[in-house]
């Protein structure tokens, strides 16, 4: 996934130890949720966590707290480096 710079976002930094993720927040999405990882992978969220529904449901949380669907309204591009 790769969102055109003219497009709006909202974005966070998060970093652990040596491991740095910055998150890029779509409004009027669709609900695509992407990783990139440090050797240039992309793949989507659910495949990032290979299976591991505690993993995915922590990172969703957020938008279940609101609304069960409110996912379904954003992209994200999420892209990790180091670590």
Same mark, same amino acid.
């Given at each position: =996934? +790769? =969102?055109?710079? %003219?497009?709006?976002? %909202?974005?966070?930094? &998060?970093?652990? $130890? %040596? %491991?740095?993720?910055?998150? !890029?927040?779509?409004?009027r999405g669709s609900g695509k949720f992407a990783v990139r990882q440090p050797n240039g992978k992309i793949q989507a969220l659910v495949d990032y966590f290979g299976g591991?529904?505690?993993?995915? /449901?922590? @990172?969703?949380?957020?938008?279940? @707290? #609101? /609304? $069960?669907?409110?996912? !379904?309204?954003? /992209?994200?591009?999420?892209? #990790? +480096? &180091?670590?």
């Amino acid at each position: =996934m +790769s =969102m055109t710079p %003219s497009q709006q976002y %909202s974005y966070a930094v &998060g970093r652990r $130890k %040596s %491991s740095t993720a910055i998150v !890029k927040l779509f409004p009027r999405g669709s609900g695509k949720f992407a990783v990139r990882q440090p050797n240039g992978k992309i793949q989507a969220l659910v495949d990032y966590f290979g299976g591991n529904v505690h993993l995915l /449901d922590n @990172a969703m949380a957020p938008f279940f @707290a #609101i /609304d $069960k669907n409110l996912h !379904k309204q954003f /992209d994200a591009e999420i892209v #990790i +480096s &180091g670590g």
